[in-house]
């Protein structure tokens, strides 16, 4: 199965790349491609530009054969879409199972992505979670709920298909966000021990969020 985890990357930090091995570990998975988005379509661009920010996840992933960088939403004209993504990776990976990993905050407001409802169809959802997370918080969610309640299922059923299925995962607890290390950046403070060493070094070479 071949895991996908889409974002802005601005920059990427270990609050990515922890809960991202942790799913891979649990699932199992053969792969997770990376996709930096390229032009967000609901959100401010980003701060560093596309050449930057693969650069940036080139770094950070280089020791962990299992993670890829995939630039197709960069290299797509226009908006980027994950159901437009979604359909591409089909195209190219045939005969593979797609998992979408996404955080609980955006599983939250996933009735507001573009086509949301196809997501699901093309391939299976995996919704990361810290401790003390919990789904039924948000039950009052008509749509979300649901989805949870059509879709959520075990471990051995989430393996068994392509698409379709749900799974809450359990992750790693790092609080740490893009928007806290840039504005670190701004006040000339230490972004250490918040992003690997190299991706540090490279922002600092290329005199990023200043």
């Known amino acids: 199965m071949l895991g996908i985890y889409g974002g802005t990357f601005d920059p ?14 649990a699932l199992k998975l053969e792969q997770v491609r990376f996709v930096p988005v390229g032009q967000p379509a609901h959100r401010q661009a980003p701060g560093a530009n596309s050449q930057h920010r693969i650069k940036m996840l080139q770094l950070a992933t280089e020791t962990e ?12 004209h226009g908006d980027s879409y994950m159901v437009d993504t979604l359909l591409s990776f089909k195209q190219d990976f ?7 990993i996404i955080g609980y905050d955006a599983f939250l407001g996933l009735t507001e992505w573009h086509q949301w409802e196809r997501l699901i169809t093309l ?4 919704v990361t979670y810290r401790p003390g997370w919990n789904w039924k918080q948000h039950e009052d969610n008509v749509e979300l709920n649901k989805l949870v309640l059509q879709h959520q299922c075990t ?3 989430f393996k068994a298909s392509s698409q379709g299925n749900l799974m809450f995962v359990p992750v790693t607890g790092l609080s740490i966000s893009s928007t806290q290390i840039r504005q670190l950046i701004q006040r ?13 070094n490279y922002m600092q070479q290329h005199q990023l969020y200043r």
């Open 12 to 25: 990427v930090h270990f609050g990515h790349l922890r809960p991202v091995l942790d799913v891979q570990q």
């Open 94 to 100: 045939k005969q593979r199972s797609l998992c979408l």
């Open 188 to 200: 000339d403070e230490s972004v250490s021990y918040l992003l690997p060493e190299r991706v540090a």
């Open 155 to 157: 471990l051995e059923q």
């Open 65 to 76: 054969d299992r993670f890829v960088v995939d630039d197709r939403e960069i290299t797509r």
């Open 123 to 126: 391939a299976n959802l995996v």
